[in-house]
């Protein structure tokens, strides 16, 4: 089993940037695939970004390619959500989620709120 904790939600004006990050329990971190995920007051959960387990491969949702980057640390058993260029629009709670052979866990979540 897999425990997400996110962190580094906040308040930031738009074109400013913040940095997410979720720590992962357990020794079995590095075989996940991770991503982020948020979700705006009455919106459904929309995808924002994932990382394969080595790394070598990203993808992104069409609403936040070239301005939020997703990258891991397997020996810190972290994974981070660099988000630049904010907008209003970004404005949501942010999920961690870790991926393996068709399950899936879920972090908290941690708020973050971008200000015209």
């Known amino acids: 089993q897999v425990q997400l904790v996110e962190s580094g939600g906040g308040v930031v004006q738009a074109g400013g940037s913040l940095r997410l990050s979720c720590a992962a329990s357990g020794r079995t971190f590095s075989s996940y695939s991770m991503g982020w995920f948020r979700q705006a007051p009455g919106k459904e959960r929309e995808f924002v970004a994932r990382i394969s387990w080595s790394g070598t491969s990203t993808w992104y949702g069409d609403s936040v390619k070239g301005r939020f980057t997703i990258s891991r640390d397997n020996a810190k058993n972290t994974v981070y959500l660099e988000m630049n260029s904010l907008k209003p629009e970004d404005t949501a709670v942010y999920y961690c989620?870790?991926?393996?052979?068709?399950?899936?866990?879920w972090g908290q979540g941690t708020q973050v709120t971008v200000s015209s």
């Open positions: 989620n870790a991926a393996r052979d068709g399950g899936a866990y």
